[in-house]
């Protein structure tokens, strides 16, 4: 697949109908296509939860970042941190990372490539694929990993984006929701003790915490109550 291919299929993914992690799965699949000599592919995001491989293509890519993650180095967190491109020709003599040229050789990783992913300010990630011979990745995979890179991150970006602006909707939605029962609640409240509002919004405050529930919880059932025959 060439890039013209790959930035068609990237622009073809629909974020509405989409969730985020099938985005990163999406991307994943198409770097291994896109990659020459790629056997496994996997993506990286770190955020304030710190690193998780958040799609990949097979197992071996996802043993090699956990071991990454949990022993806090490896190539793939040094092209997330750095925003740049890490090559390990040849992981049985790689010595940058102790421990992990043996990991990875035990999951049949012989050489590897991770390509940071400039995504937004809080939130880093990478793009990692893994080769089962050394020197798998030439100058030109390379260039393309990176080309693959800079689209794939705009990619992830905007579902980003789309899925937190989509979130946000929903936490408001279901805010105004609340505030229409508590409203409500208030209403039969008044109604029945012949107070004012802010007395009306004490006795709903008192209920919630005293039977250790959410306000709004308290206020729709107050509504129900209302509406029995």
């Not at 299929?9 to 790629?38: H, Q």
């Not at 508590?182 to 409240?189: C, L, R, S």
């Amino acid at each position: 697949m060439d890039t013209t291919d790959v930035i068609r299929e990237l622009g073809r993914i629909d974020l509405g109908e989409t969730c985020l992690d099938g985005v990163m799965a999406r991307v994943a699949a198409l770097a291994k296509e896109t990659v020459p000599g790629a056997y496994e592919v996997s993506v990286t995001l770190i955020r304030d939860g710190g690193p998780r491989t958040v799609a990949h293509t097979g197992e071996p890519a996802e043993r090699v970042d956990r071991w990454q993650y949990a022993n806090h180095h490896g190539p793939c967190l040094d092209a997330a941190a750095d925003r740049k491109t890490v090559l390990v020709d040849d992981v049985a003599a790689e010595r940058r990372w102790p421990g992990w040229s043996q990991h990875a050789g035990s999951v049949g990783v012989c050489s590897a490539l991770s390509v940071g992913l400039p995504i937004r300010d809080h939130v880093i990630g990478a793009v990692n694929v893994y080769a089962t011979s050394s020197r798998a990745f030439d100058d030109d995979a390379v260039r393309l990993a990176e080309t693959f890179a800079e689209y794939a991150a705009v990619a992830l970006a905007n579902a980003d984006l789309y899925h937190s602006a989509a979130a946000l909707a929903r936490q408001m939605e279901a805010a105004m929701e609340s505030r229409a029962v508590i409203e409500q609640a208030k209403g039969i409240i008044m109604s029945q003790r012949r107070c004012g509002p802010d007395e009306a919004f004490t006795i709903l405050s008192r209920a919630s915490q005293s039977a250790n529930r959410k306000l709004r919880d308290v206020a729709a059932a107050v509504v129900e109550r209302a509406h029995r025959p």
